[in-house]
């Protein structure tokens, strides 16, 4: 099962987001999530239907609308739309005239029900704020952090 990378591409453009004190345009975060510009914008416009962040035209630019520490995860999971109808897992439309099909989707509800909630509740435990702290104490081995916000910031 794979949910779509939206949501990890989300987080990543927020944290490039609020680790730069110069305008970020799609093709920078394009560039450091190794993907296309046009992704990064799609992205970003879901980002900011959500109320998380404010998009420059024109010049470019993003900023956060929050501070990180009120941005959970779960937060960024359903601003990045990753799931249809906010069900994690998609169900088949089993023959009913079948003994086992007729009873399947009921005999699943509860325990993916259970599954999703499980997910969301760890997602909530973790705000954008907490992943920068982490990314600040990561050790940077061959390359100075001032290196890296030249070539990529």
């Keep these: ?3 779509s990378s939206r949501f990890t591409v989300a ?22 999530v190794n993907t296309n510009p046009v992704v990064i914008r799609k992205v970003l416009g879901k980002l900011k239907k959500a109320g998380l962040i404010e998009v420059y035209s024109g010049t470019g630019g993003a900023a956060l609308l929050k501070p ?5 995860l779960l937060d960024i999971f359903h601003a990045a739309d990753v799931v249809d109808d906010n069900q994690l897992f998609s169900l088949h439309d089993p023959n009913l005239e079948c003994a086992v099909g007729k ?4 005999l ?8 999703q909630q499980a997910l969301e509740s760890s997602l909530e ?3 954008l704020a907490d992943l920068l702290d982490q990314l600040n104490r990561k050790p940077v081995r ?6 890296i916000s030249t070539v990529l910031l």
Excluded: G, Q, W, Y
């Design 11 to 32: 987080v990543h453009c927020l944290l490039f987001i609020s680790c730069s004190d110069e305008k970020i345009t799609s093709e920078k975060l394009a560039a450091s």
């Design 68 to 72: 990180a520490s009120s941005i959970t």
């Design 108 to 115: 699943l509800s509860n325990p993916l029900k259970t599954a």
């Design 103 to 106: 009873e399947v989707l009921p």
């Design 1 to 3: 099962m794979k949910i």
């Design 125 to 127: 435990k973790t705000t």
């Design 142 to 147: 061959s390359v100075s952090r001032s290196s």
